[in-house]
């Protein structure tokens, strides 16, 4: 007789804990998006329900030239990341195991083991000594240090689909005298491209909402919406941020989703 599966569920308090945990998680979200329909500029005060915050921060310029700022630089990493998250995982999946593949996954990995801060100041260090011996000032920096850190995000959706795929139309193609190139361009690249797509996307979303390494290596008159609204609520925290935060949250929720139904399991 078959021992009976092991489920989570049926542990004694799990649903109450399980409630707490999504009442910890998602209460001060909600918190945040209700307040920023409200019409008073102090939260502990509630008056009528308002769009004017949303209307204010449209109308903020450094608002605007900070949200501009901020999807160059994701833009511009999630492509250079992605680019070079594909390369790295053609080449530590398509080829039998060899000696030292253990080390090059750490690597690549590195920003998601070591805490961020340490990136961060590393990156700073660096970019401050090539300043310095170059004399060359200018977004780059920025765009480089968010490529760096998100290279394992959309390193690891991408080895996902390409250890998923199957190899048959590949050896198929092969068998036809296709060159290895036209089967990477005709076939690989096609059945890879959700992993792809998916991981720029997760890539452009950590890019978005990176606050620490952005602090460290930006320079005067280089902020981000994330670290704008850092540096406003320093000062004082109206519905105004509010209403940033939640479009920065609306923006954030429709790249997750599209991220999750792109990397799904068809039924």
């Known amino acids: 007789m078959a021992k009976p599966s092991f489920q989570a569920a049926r542990i004694p308090g799990f649903a109450t804990i399980a409630m707490l945990a999504f009442v ?113 000032h200018g977004l780059g920096y920025l765009i ?42 005709r076939v690989t690249l096609p059945l890879l491209m959700p992993g792809i797509i998916a991981g720029a996307m997760l890539a452009f979303v950590v890019s978005l909402d990176d606050v620490v390494i952005t602090e460290f290596v930006k320079s005067a008159g280089q902020d981000t919406l994330p670290t704008y609204m850092l540096g406003q609520m320093r000062r004082q925290l109206t519905p105004e941020i509010n209403a940033i935060s939640a479009g920065l949250l609306a923006l954030t929720v429709l790249m997750l989703t599209a991220f999750f139904l792109l990397t799904r399991k068809d039924d």
């Open 144 to 185: 480089l240090a968010h490529s760096a850190f998100c290279i394992p995000f959309a390193y690891l959706p991408i080895r996902a689909r390409l250890e998923g795929m199957d190899l048959t139309l590949e050896t198929a193609a092969a068998d036809l005298y296709a060159s290895p190139w036209h089967t990477f361009r």
């Open 24 to 136: 910890a998680l998602y209460l001060p979200i909600l918190t945040l998006v209700v307040y920023s329909f409200n019409s008073e500029i102090s939260m502990s005060n509630w008056g009528d329900l308002t769009l004017n915050w949303y209307a204010k921060a449209w109308a903020n310029e450094q608002v605007k030239d900070a949200t501009i700022r901020s999807l160059t630089i994701a833009g511009f990493a999630a492509v250079i990341s992605t680019a070079l998250a594909t390369m790295a995982a053609l080449g530590t999946t398509r080829r039998k195991a060899f000696k030292g593949q253990t080390f090059i996954y750490v690597v690549i990995n590195q920003p998601l083991m070591v805490p961020e801060i340490v990136t961060a100041v590393a990156l700073m260090i660096l970019f401050g000594l090539i300043k310095t011996v170059t004399g060359v």
